[in-house]
T-cell receptor, first 114, second 112 residues
Framework: GAVVSQHPSRVICKSGTSVKIECRSL??????MFWYRQFPKQSLMLMAT?????????EQGVEKDKFLINHASLTLSTLTVTSAHPEDSSFYIC??????????FGEGSRLTVL | GIQVEQSPPDLILQEGANSTLRCNFS?????LQWFHQNPWGQLINLFY???GTKQNGRLSATTVATERYSLLYISSSQTTDSGVYFC??????????????FGQGTILTVHP
């Protein structure tokens, strides 16, 4: 199957700082990527759809100024958590698809805000 | 939006036992996938199965799209099968292209 890579896998930061997470499709081009969030012992919730060359589309309740998404190329999307606070601590995971068809997920990034 | 319900929420097995996990969904779907989330959080693709039946080793899956459910079968379970199993669907309606809605998962524990 297709490979989606995410970096970093773990990040610890101080409250008030910004953190950038990268999501790359390694062996295919993805015009659309998706960002999910998962709290401990819960399911995955879609945060936003990242579209190459255009603005991201955010799900209801997700603060677009808090979670900045940039889809700079057909193989790279980035999620920046701005002015992070402890409540932003979570597991963030991206996915990509060669539409239509199967979606593949990155390894995930565990963010801890102190 | 589309609703996805998985059952059972928890399942405890002895090694070697068989099990069936169920996923019900409330609307027509373009895509249905089964995942295994490992202890490090990574989602491992098990099946891409919007309809029909597929098998991969000890695992198999069946989706009956007209009746809006999918089943994941695990035979001769092993301790390494432990973890969380998710069903996720892409709604056929509206502008849901590529967006997956996840069920709450089934936590499987296999004892030696």
């Amino acid at each position: 199957g297709a490979v989606v890579s995410q970096h970093p896998s773990r990040v610890i930061c101080k409250s008030g700082t910004s953190v950038k997470i990268e999501c790359r499709s390694l062996d295919f081009q993805a015009t659309t990527m998706f960002w999910y969030r998962q709290f401990p012992k819960q399911s995955l919730m879609l945060m936003a759809t990242s579209n190459e060359g255009s603005k991201a589309t955010y799900e209801q309740g997700v603060e677009k100024d808090k979670f900045l998404i940039n889809h700079a190329s057909l193989t790279l999307s980035t999620l920046t958590v701005t002015s992070a606070h402890p409540e932003d601590s979570s597991f963030y995971i991206c996915s990509a698809q060669q539409y239509p068809g199967e979606l593949f997920f990155g390894e995930g990034s565990r963010l801890t805000v102190l | 939006g589309i609703q996805v319900e998985q059952s059972p929420p928890d399942l405890i097995l002895q090694e070697g036992a068989n099990s069936t996990l169920r996923c019900n969904f409330s609307d027509s779907v373009n895509n249905l996938q089964w995942f295994h989330q490992n202890p490090w959080g990574q989602l491992i693709n098990l099946f891409y199965i919007p309809s029909g039946t597929k098998q991969n080793g000890r695992l198999s899956a069946t989706t009956v799209a007209t009746e809006r459910y999918s089943l994941l079968y695990i035979s001769s379970s092993q301790t390494t099968d432990s973890g969380v199993y998710f069903c996720a669907v892409e709604s056929a309606g509206g502008t849901s292209y590529g967006k997956l809605t996840f069920g709450q998962g089934t936590i499987l524990t296999v004892h030696p």
